[in-house]
C-alpha cells in the first residue's frame, strides 16, 4: 500500500505524475474546438493589425514585430503526402513555441542595450499590445478548456468571450506586474548609468558593479517568470483568482514548489503538440490537394497547378492573388491551432499544479456556473 500511495491517502508520486500526463495528453484534442480556433485567429488578426500600425509608426525598426499571420512550410509537400524528418520535428517544435517567440521579439529589442532608443521604445509598445490583445483572448481559451476539463462541460463562444472581456484588467495585469518590477528594478542602473559620465566614474561604477548585477539577477527571474508564466497567469484567472496580483502569486509559487513536474507537463505537451500539429497541417493540406484535384478534372491542368502554387513562377493578376488568398485563409487555420493548444496545454499544467500543491481538484472552477 505504501507504494501506491503516501501518507496523506494520495497516490504515489509515480502514480500521480502519470495520470498528469495522460490529461496533458488531451490538450491537442481539446485545441481543435472551433470556438478556440475561432478566438485564436481573430487574436491574431487584431494582434498583427496593431503590429502593423506600430512598424508604419517606427519604419527603422520594422523588424521589431514578426509577422504573425505567415505560417511555416507546411509539412506536407506538394503532393499532399506527410513528410517526416527530424528537420520536420524541428520546425513544427519552433512553431509550437512561437507564442512565446512572439513575446521574445519585441521583447528582446526592448532588453537590447545596444539598441537604439526608438526601437526600444518600439518593442515596449509592442508588448504591451501583445498582452492587451492576448490577455482576454487567452484568458478566454483558458476558461473553455479550465470548464470542459473541470465540469466536462463545452462552454460557448459567447459566454467565453464574456469571461475574458470581464476579466481582462485582471488577464492583462497579472503578466504586465513582472515588467513593472522590471522597470523598478531598472531605475538601479538609471543611477549607475549616471556615474559613467563623471569623471573617473568607471572605476567607482566598477569597484560597485555587484550592486547593479544583484539587481540583474532580480531583473532575469522577472523576464523568465514572465516567459514561462505568461499563459499560466490566464488560466489562473480562468480557475477564479481573485486578481492579478493573485494569479502571479499562485502561479509564481506552483512553478516553484513543483518546477520539476512543471518541466514533465511542457515535455509531454511537446511531444502530444507535434502530433496535433501534424494532424492540423496535414488536414489543412489535404483540403487544399483535394480542392485542387477536384477543380482539375474539368479545368485546364496546367493554370490549376500554377494557380495552386505548383513549380514553376506563379502569374500575376486578379485570379493568382484571389488564389493565395484562400490558401493562406486555409492554412492560417493551422496556424491558429498553435495558439489555440498553446493556451489549452498551459490551462491543463496549471491544474495540476494546483492539485497538486493545493490539493484542489480540476473540478473546482471559480467563478461558478452561471445558472442556465
Not at 50 to 75: C, I, K, M, Q, R
Not at 82 to 105: H, N, Y
Not at 204 to 230: D, E, K, Q, R
Amino acid at each position: 500500500m505504501d507504494d501506491v500511495e503516501n501518507s496523506v491517502g494520495r497516490p504515489a508520486p509515480p502514480v500521480r505524475w502519470a495520470i498528469h500526463g495522460q490529461r496533458i495528453l488531451a490538450a491537442a484534442r481539446l485545441a481543435f474546438d472551433v470556438r478556440k480556433l475561432a478566438i485564436a485567429a481573430a487574436g491574431l488578426l487584431v494582434l498583427q493589425v496593431g503590429w502593423t500600425l506600430l512598424d508604419g509608426a517606427f519604419a527603422a525598426s520594422a523588424e521589431v514585430t514578426p509577422n504573425v499571420l505567415e505560417a511555416g512550410d507546411p509539412a506536407a509537400g506538394p503532393s499532399g503526402r506527410f513528410s517526416w524528418s527530424w528537420d520536420t520535428v524541428g520546425r513544427m517544435s519552433l512553431r509550437l513555441l512561437e507564442p512565446s517567440r512572439i513575446l521574445l521579439a519585441p521583447l528582446g529589442t526592448l532588453l537590447d542595450p545596444h539598441a537604439p532608443g526608438l526601437s526600444k521604445l518600439h518593442g515596449l509598445l509592442a508588448v504591451v499590445w501583445l498582452l492587451l490583445v492576448w490577455g482576454p483572448a487567452g484568458g478566454a481559451i483558458a476558461r473553455m478548456t479550465v470548464v470542459q476539463a473541470g465540469r466536462s462541460r463545452r462552454v460557448g463562444i459567447g459566454e467565453a468571450v464574456r469571461f475574458g472581456r470581464d476579466s481582462a484588467v485582471s488577464l492583462v495585469l497579472s503578466p504586465l506586474c513582472p515588467l513593472i518590477g522590471l522597470a523598478f528594478c531598472t531605475l538601479t542602473g538609471l543611477v549607475f548609468g549616471l556615474i559613467y559620465r563623471v569623471p573617473g566614474g568607471s572605476a567607482v561604477a566598477g569597484a560597485l558593479l555587484f550592486i547593479p548585477m544583484s539587481v540583474a539577477v532580480v531583473m532575469t527571474l522577472f523576464v523568465a517568470a514572465l516567459v514561462a508564466g505568461w499563459p499560466m497567469f490566464h488560466a489562473a484567472v480562468a480557475c477564479g483568482a481573485e486578481d492579478a496580483l493573485d494569479a502571479m502569486v499562485r502561479t509564481y509559487s506552483y512553478l516553484t514548489q513543483r518546477l520539476a513536474l512543471f518541466g514533465i507537463g511542457v515535455a509531454i505537451a511537446w511531444a502530444t503538440g507535434l502530433a496535433g500539429l501534424a494532424l492540423a497541417e496535414l488536414l489543412v493540406e489535404t483540403v487544399i490537394r483535394l480542392t485542387e484535384w477536384s477543380v482539375a478534372l474539368t479545368g485546364p491542368g496546367p493554370e490549376i497547378a500554377s494557380l495552386f502554387g505548383g513549380s514553376g513562377p506563379r502569374p500575376a493578376g486578379i485570379a493568382p492573388a484571389a488564389h493565395r488568398f484562400w490558401l493562406g485563409v486555409a492554412r492560417f487555420v493551422g496556424q491558429a491551432w498553435v495558439y489555440s493548444f498553446f493556451w489549452t496545454a498551459a490551462s491543463l499544467i496549471y491544474l495540476r499544479l494546483r492539485q497538486e500543491v493545493d490539493g484542489t481538484p480540476a473540478t473546482f472552477v471559480d467563478p461558478p456556473e452561471p445558472p442556465r
